[in-house]
């Protein structure tokens, strides 16, 4: 039995510790600047994206470590089915988490978009929702960014094509950041 599963994921998480310190720190920020102000934490992604955006959604508001803190406010859009069956129904699925944030978002929140291709419509389309909402918006994406990659403010690409390793990346990276918050709020 090989464990080469583990051993590129090891060479992967090295190589993303290398070279995405500098767009880490930088997210880093942009979470502590909207929480600071009092703004919220919009998460969003498809499928197993949408599992993360509510895992790490789920993480601030409750906790990641066991530490006495304030609840912080965030928010997964993929977690009402009444709300993502009337908008995929009514006005299309490229639409679900644009209403949402056209809705929700204001000037000083944090729109997270989680995905491996960066090219899901309704990602981009939130993208292009929060630009109109003013709202701050980070993509944690691989395979080369994709077109989600030019519309965010700040583009998190981890180097890979295989998307069970971009995701496990992508949630290292969310507790990593949640973690320094968490720290900070305790």
């Known amino acids: 039995m090989t464990l080469g599963h583990f051993e590129e994921l090891g060479r992967l998480a090295e190589r993303c510790g290398a070279e995405l310190t500098g767009p880490l720190r930088r997210y880093l920020e942009l979470v502590e600047r909207a929480l600071g102000a009092g703004g ?54 490229e639409e679900i988490f644009a209403r949402q944030v056209e809705a929700l978002a204001k000037p000083g929140d944090l729109l997270v978009l989680v995905s491996t291709t960066g090219n899901s419509p309704n990602l981009l389309r939130a993208a292009e929702a ?21 519309l965010v403010d700040l583009a998190i690409v981890v180097p890979t094509d295989d998307t069970a390793h971009a995701q496990e990346i992508q949630l290292a990276i969310d507790h990593y950041v949640c973690s320094q918050v968490e720290q900070g709020l305790a």
């Open 40 to 93: 919220t934490l919009f998460i969003a992604g498809n499928g197993g994206s949408a599992a993360h955006a509510q895992h790490i959604a789920t993480e601030y508001v409750v906790r990641y470590r066991p530490v006495r803190r304030k609840a912080v406010a965030a928010l997964a859009l993929s977690t009402d089915s009444s709300l993502l069956t009337a908008a995929g129904n009514d006005i299309g699925f």
């Open 130 to 150: 929060g630009k109109a909402a003013g709202v701050t918006t980070v993509g944690l994406l691989a395979k080369g960014g994709g077109r989600l990659a030019s």
